[in-house]
């Protein structure tokens, strides 16, 4: 939910040796402290971020990063996410530090401390945070001589030490050393402002800004259990949440979208609105659909499924579990063994004493559905003629996520796939997949999503299969594809699965949110591990080319994200219940009753509320409900055999005549427009028989 960064890249300025990036950029008379584009700090011509008070030995060009872009804010938020660790140790002298990097939309801190932190807490320590700032003290690098001095400063910082003495050199872990460094070891004191006198002290790999007076606006927003380096066999830490901006403005509207988010969240949804849950005796993880979200489901899945028919896809259907050596066959025990269940060992046939006569074998809960499509390719032989072949299927998988990460319907152990697997020659993978993605595409945007973007996913060296050739291969053929689509194509690195690269379709939805939908996967290494063959023109068997494809990732995350997208007024075509009629006394109900079984010979679902309560509360009961279309009936309505159309923003249509009414609900539904309906949009066509 991050605000747009700034409009334009900075112009490059010229640093002089010995001079600070601090007076060049003073120099050129660029925004200072306290505009939203003031800058915070420089990039070199290698990439590298340096504070303002960087001073080169020779002359150098840099480009000024301002406090609102991306960069100019994770180093505003790694700044705040100091002047926290600061706050918590002198509440708490006896905390140890963690790490504090910033993440999207803000920042963390890990802490080690006796009991977790509370609401008051966070209220003490945000007062003290502003107490820093005000302060302006100043952050100050400073590089250890040593190994050895680093240690002796930090003797009591347990993870601190673990950290220096930490081989890797990972960024994204380790706040050691300067970027291009692992050798260097570097601190970030907070000076006072007046006496230069060290206040506290971090080891950190930096930039920073250059006082805490550059930090205009941030918020303290929640803690939670963490453990160190992520991994739950380490220790138990307590984690403070923030988030920071180059305004108090950028802030606020970050803060408003926070409070949209949860009005919008699908978990609060589902339950209002009655479209799902999670029973505790099933598990976590495993949703159920409850008949209203079962409607939505189902629509979701048969416009899909007729404009897949439509491209020529083939359905097929497989069961839920295997046998092992399927997964041995593909590489998943090899590589993707920890999202998997764990094995079911049947089949075991024991003697009367106790000895094995028939051993057993392990069956797994199928995590893909990819492998046991390749046995459906394999299962005769196949012709260059019916290459492209498309084989489809809603598969059911199960992986074993770990109960911290399990979201709703956005991140489950149970879920449908929308899978595809597509068996090309060579000469025509460039075509199908420039095909496809256009594809993916408008089928999302049917659904009501435009805004679109793409991420290429590359190869991680210590988790893949196959040569390198054919990776390179693989990868410059969809960074071409992704290129020629006119989208945004952004880097991955290392995020491809073990058997190749691929492409994700990001779409954000109606909060700027970004969300990965459809992933387009580039496969040379399957068809040799299943020995996949099809025969040429000239006779010869060649090995096919294998897509694997996922359009809406899973049914139950799209059905998430579209929940949460429309905030749970989904559009009328896919809505539980898109018409309700809503009598203003009794007497006025048969007549409802009526108009109801019309509209539901045409296939709109339709009900009445003949509930008692009054009329005034239906409406506001229905308009909770998100109906989209609610028609009112009174006296002077079924004597003109007519009704009122009411709508979710409180716009009405009085005395349509009841069959025009009819025709335009129809008409809505069968144009699937994804609009809410309001007076403004809805259109009344007179009948024919009233010319």
Known sequence: MSAPASFAPAAPIRVAAGMTAGQAVRDAGLPARGAPDAVVVVRDADGRLHDLSWVPDVDAEVTPVAANTDDGRSVIRHSAAHVLAQAVQARFPGAKLGIGPPIADGFYYDFEVTEPFTPEDLEALEKRMR??????????????????????????????????????????????????????????????????????????????????????????????????????????????????????????????????????????????????????ELGSGLPVFH??????????????????????????????????????????????????????????????????????????????????????????????????????????????????????????????????????????????????????????????????????????????????????????????????????????PGGAAFYGPKISVQVRDALGRSWQMSTIQLDFNMPDRFELEYTAPDGSRQRPVLIHRALFGSIERFFGVLTEHYAGAFPVWLAPVQVVGIPVAEGHIAYLNGLMTQLRKRGIRAEVDSSDDRMAKKIVNHTNQKVPFMLLAGDRDVDADAVSFRFGDRTQINGVPRDQAVEAIVDWVARRENATPTAELVVIKATADEG
């Open 131 to 280: 107490q820093i700032v005000k302060e302006g003290q100043l952050f100050s690098r400073r590089v250890f001589e040593s190994k050895e001095q680093a240690r002796s400063e930090l003797a009591d910082e347990p993870y601190k030490l673990e950290l220096i003495d930490d081989k890797s050199g990972d960024p994204d872990v380790m706040e050691v050393g300067p970027p291009g460094s692992n050798e260097e070891l570097t601190a970030y004191d907070n000076l006072n402002p007046r006496t230069r006198e060290r206040e506290w002290g971090d080891l950190c790999r930096g930039p920073h800004i250059p006082t805490t007076r550059y930090i205009p606006a941030f918020k303290l927003t929640r803690s939670s259990a963490a453990y160190w380096r992520g991994d739950q066999n380490n220790a138990s830490l307590q984690r403070i949440y923030g988030t920071a901006w180059e305004s108090q403005e950028a802030l606020d509207r970050h803060l408003e979208l926070i409070e949209e988010a949860q009005r919008r969240d699908h978990r609060k949804l589902g339950t209002e609105l009655d479209l799902f849950s999670f029973p505790d």
């Open 291 to 492: 008949p209203n979200g079962g409607i939505v489901r189902n629509e979701l899945e048969d416009y899909s499924r007729r404009k897949h028919i439509e491209a020529g896809y083939q359905f097929v259907n497989t069961p839920h579990l295997t046998k092992e050596h399927l997964y041995i066959t593909s590489g998943h025990l090899e590589w993707y063994a920890e999202g998997m269940f764990p094995p079911m060992h049947v089949d075991a046939e024991l003697n009367e004493d106790g000895t094995v006569r028939k051993p057993g074998q392990n069956y797994y809960l199928k995590p893909m559905n990819c492998p046991m499509h390749h046995l459906i390719y394999r299962s005769r032989g196949r012709s260059y003629r019916e290459l492209p072949l498309r084989l489809f299927e809603f598969g059911t998988v199960y992986r074993y996520e770990k109960s911290g990460v399990i979201h709703g319907l956005t991140r489950a152990r149970g879920f449908t796939q929308d899978d595809a697997h597509i068996y090309t020659t060579r000469e025509q993978l460039r075509e199908e997949l420039a095909s496809l993605l256009q594809f993916v595409l408008d089928l999302l945007a049917d659904y009501g999503l435009h805004d679109f973007f793409l991420e290429l996913s590359t190869k991680d060296p210590e988790k893949c299969v196959g040569s390198d050739d054919m990776w390179e291969e693989a990868t410059e053929t969809l960074r071409q594809v992704g290129e020629s689509s006119g989208l945004a194509l952004v880097p991955d």
